[in-house]
């Protein structure tokens, strides 16, 4: 209420003086009237001797002298500024548009900021500048029950970009996971994020993601703490917790125990039910989002492992046909060459397949192999 009194008085302030204003300037013109028609009154005599236009003017010799040469000197100056402003301005406009777009996008990239950090906090699960993280979650089942707490895993999004396309990323905006603790946020979905403040955000993600190869390195760094696979891609450490056999299983898993990327990197938050909240049950068993891959269940879609591969490297498309008898939805990311990531700030100056972002071809093969002998 107070605030709203503030207002009221601001608003009684400014009509006041206003008002001030009105009355000055209604006054001040009736004046200029009255002395108008009063000096008009003073006018007597005839027209020959008042007429305005009866003064005499210059001479021919000053019209076509002084005065010529100062009226020509004007255009001559006039004509110069013009020919030398237009060019310049003509040289500084694509400048001038092109800081605008720039200025525009940082706009973009700080407005998304806000929303990632403040309004939507979306920090508080996926962590500051998206390295990932884990959220509080209660489950409850089918009819709504109380079943558990859990911790579950917010992937990391500083490489998001890079497995799915920018469309991609606004779908799971607009309509969040289902049953997980991602809520929807896209007024699409009943959210309560507008279509420019989605398109804020992922300006904001856009300006995070990691240089491919830092996100590969650290990857690599990863496998040789969980697994360091030999010739062979089995694995040759006995990790403490994972006990992975082959980098083909350490990928599927890539991040369980440890937290590594909240698990960005692995299949088995889609595909094994459980797995993302420290529960998981059969491995690729399908979960919440992936379909079962055991059991040769994707054999069904894909007969040879360069098929799956290729599914795999590309990821899916919405309304693109895949396998046998596969529609993508656009949610199975692609972990290799994926043609509608984002290509890498870093790709031309590392001479790396600039859409080879997650996974390298040999990462692709070994996690496919031990999906196939699921
Ligand atoms: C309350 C926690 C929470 C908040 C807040 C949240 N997310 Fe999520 N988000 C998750 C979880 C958990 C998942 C993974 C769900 C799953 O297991 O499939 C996820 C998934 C995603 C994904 C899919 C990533 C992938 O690789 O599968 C994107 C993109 C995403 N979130 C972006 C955002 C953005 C942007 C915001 C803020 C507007 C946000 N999230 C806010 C918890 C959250
Ligand atoms: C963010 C969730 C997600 C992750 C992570 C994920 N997938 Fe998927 N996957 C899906 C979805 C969803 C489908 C179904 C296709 C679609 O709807 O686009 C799918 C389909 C598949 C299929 C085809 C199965 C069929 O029967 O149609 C294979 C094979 C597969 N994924 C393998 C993998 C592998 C290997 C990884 C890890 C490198 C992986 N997925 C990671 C969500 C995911």
């Known amino acids: 209420m107070p605030v709203l009194a503030n207002h009221a008085v601001l608003a009684t302030a400014a009509s006041a003086i206003g008002g001030v204003i009105a009355v000055v300037l209604i006054g001040g013109f009736f004046i200029a ?37 100062r009226t020509l000197g004007f255009g001559l100056v006039l004509l110069i500024v013009i020919a030398v402003a237009l060019p310049i301005y003509w040289l500084a406009e694509p400048g001038r548009q092109s800081g605008a777009v720039e200025q525009f996008d ?4 700080s407005r998304g900021q806000t929303i990632y950090d403040v309004k939507a ?3 508080d699960c996926h962590g500051p500048k998206g390295v990932g993280g884990v ?31 920018k469309d991609e990323v606004k779908y799971v905006l607009n309509f969040g996971r289902q049953n997980t603790p991602m809520p929807a946020w896209g007024a699409l979905g009943g959210g309560p994020l507008t279509e420019q403040q989605l398109d804020n955000v992922i300006a904001y993600l856009y300006s ?6 830092d996100s590969q390195d650290a990857l690599q760094k990863e496998i040789d703490t969980v697994c360091r696979p030999d010739a062979n891609n089995n694995c040759t450490i006995d990790d403490p917790q994972g006990h992975w056999k082959t980098l083909g299983e350490a990928l599927f898993n890539m991040g369980e125990f440890d937290g590594f990327a909240a698990g960005a990197y692995s299949c088995a938050r889609c595909h ?14 399908g979960g919440q989002l992936g379909f079962n891959l055991t059991n040769g269940s994707e054999r069904r879609q894909f007969e040879t492992a360069d098929q799956q591969q290729v599914f795999v490297s590309l990821g899916s498309e919405l309304g693109k046909p895949y ?40 990462q692709i093969d070994a996690v496919v192999a031990y999906e196939r002998s699921l």
């Open 135 to 165: 959220k509080d979650y209660t489950l409850l089942n089918a009819n709504g029950d109380f079943v558990k707490q859990v911790s579950w895993k917010a992937p990391a999004l500083n490489t998001v970009l890079y497995r799915y396309s």
């Open 208 to 213: 995070i993601q990691l240089p491919a190869t």
């Open 272 to 285: 094994t039910a459980g797995w993302s909240y420290g529960d998981p049950q059969v491995a690729g068993g």
């Open 33 to 69: 009237v009255v002395a108008n028609m009063r000096k008009g009154r003073a006018e007597v005599g005839s027209e020959l001797e008042l007429a305005a236009n009866r003064k005499p003017y210059l001479s021919d010799e000053e019209l076509e002298g002084s005065k010529l040469d």
């Open 106 to 109: 940082k706009e973009f990239v």
């Open 323 to 362: 396998g046998h008898g596969g529609i993508g939805d656009g949610q199975m990311p692609g972990f290799g060459v994926n043609p509608t990531a984002l290509i890498p700030k870093d790709a031309a100056a590392t001479g790396m397949n600039p859409a080879q972002t997650m996974y390298t071809q040999d």
């Open 121 to 123: 906090k979306c920090s």
